[in-house]
């Protein structure tokens, strides 16, 4: 409890205005030379299918996981990487939460795991977790560097790392969530050629995250959670040798 209360209590002043004056509001959304400057970004390339899936959320988080990651099939060719801000302890009993119920296989990162597909990892609590490649692997890397919008793990921590890792290859989701934490991640990813999808406001318990980069004109869609399995599936299909994959009880062909 005493560790809820530190991740907490400076967070709640924060966006209610306690600290530094002018609350974050999530829906103070970027200004228009914001929205400008996402349209100068780099396009998703033609041709250059998605390799990984880079997952932030916050807010609502655990019960929008539970219903996307089960989803996912077994054999989805892609490894799968997501931020969800918790404190320690949490992150251990929401990977293995997720993993009870879904066809990937699901646990906290750790460092030097080389990524794979069909896998997915959870950041680890009080720890920033990103991504580095050597040669044709890439590596899991965590530290305990400074928190990025009040946050460890952060999403823009990691998604800059994919997209470093992954250029155009890469594919961020931004889920429920309050504050901005991803828009910055989600600029590193469009300007490497990735792809963005968010989580819709009337499914989102809090339109913070997703919000901002929408509003930023980062975002290829706008998706309700329920359909969001799907499109991740769809954009992971592209480009790929035919081969069957079930989500929902909805059959697709990955390609």
């Given at each position: 409890m005493a560790r809820i209360r530190e991740e907490l209590i400076p967070k709640i002043k924060i966006h209610c205005g306690a600290v530094g004056g002018a609350?974050?509001?999530?829906?103070?959304?970027?200004?228009?030379a914001s929205v400008a400057r996402a349209f100068a970004l780099a396009s998703p390339r033609r041709g250059c299918r998605v390799e990984i899936v880079a997952i932030g959320v916050s807010t609502g988080g655990p019960n929008a996981?539970?219903?996307?990651?089960?989803?996912?099939?077994?054999?989805?060719?892609?490894?799968?990487?997501?931020?969800?801000?918790m404190p320690p302890i949490f992150t251990k009993f929401l990977a293995e939460r997720l993993a009870s119920k879904s066809q990937i296989s699901v646990e906290e990162g750790s460092p030097n795991q080389a990524v794979e597909p069909g896998r997915a990892w959870l950041a680890p609590g009080n720890f920033h977790m990103t991504l580095k490649r050597e040669g044709t692997v890439v590596r899991i890397e965590t530290h305990q560097g400074q928190p990025e919008n009040s946050c460890r793990p952060a999403v823009d921590v990691l998604f800059r790392s994919v997209a470093a890792a992954y250029g155009a290859g890469a594919l961020g989701v931004v889920m429920t969530g309050m504050g901005q934490d991803g828009l910055r991640g989600c600029e590193c990813i469009r300007e490497q050629g990735g792809r963005v999808i968010v989580q819709d406001e009337a499914t989102s318990v809090v339109w913070g995250m997703p919000g901002f980069v929408a509003h930023a004109g980062l975002a290829d869609k706008v998706l309700p959670l329920g359909q969001m399995a799907e499109e991740i599936v769809r954009r992971v299909r592209e480009f790929r040798a035919a081969a069957p994959v079930r989500v929902a009880e909805r059959q697709f062909v990955l390609r």
């Amino acid at each position: 409890m005493a560790r809820i209360r530190e991740e907490l209590i400076p967070k709640i002043k924060i966006h209610c205005g306690a600290v530094g004056g002018a609350a974050q509001v999530p829906n103070a959304f970027p200004a228009p030379a914001s929205v400008a400057r996402a349209f100068a970004l780099a396009s998703p390339r033609r041709g250059c299918r998605v390799e990984i899936v880079a997952i932030g959320v916050s807010t609502g988080g655990p019960n929008a996981l539970a219903e996307l990651i089960p989803q996912l099939p077994a054999h989805l060719p892609v490894p799968v990487v997501i931020v969800q801000h918790m404190p320690p302890i949490f992150t251990k009993f929401l990977a293995e939460r997720l993993a009870s119920k879904s066809q990937i296989s699901v646990e906290e990162g750790s460092p030097n795991q080389a990524v794979e597909p069909g896998r997915a990892w959870l950041a680890p609590g009080n720890f920033h977790m990103t991504l580095k490649r050597e040669g044709t692997v890439v590596r899991i890397e965590t530290h305990q560097g400074q928190p990025e919008n009040s946050c460890r793990p952060a999403v823009d921590v990691l998604f800059r790392s994919v997209a470093a890792a992954y250029g155009a290859g890469a594919l961020g989701v931004v889920m429920t969530g309050m504050g901005q934490d991803g828009l910055r991640g989600c600029e590193c990813i469009r300007e490497q050629g990735g792809r963005v999808i968010v989580q819709d406001e009337a499914t989102s318990v809090v339109w913070g995250m997703p919000g901002f980069v929408a509003h930023a004109g980062l975002a290829d869609k706008v998706l309700p959670l329920g359909q969001m399995a799907e499109e991740i599936v769809r954009r992971v299909r592209e480009f790929r040798a035919a081969a069957p994959v079930r989500v929902a009880e909805r059959q697709f062909v990955l390609r």
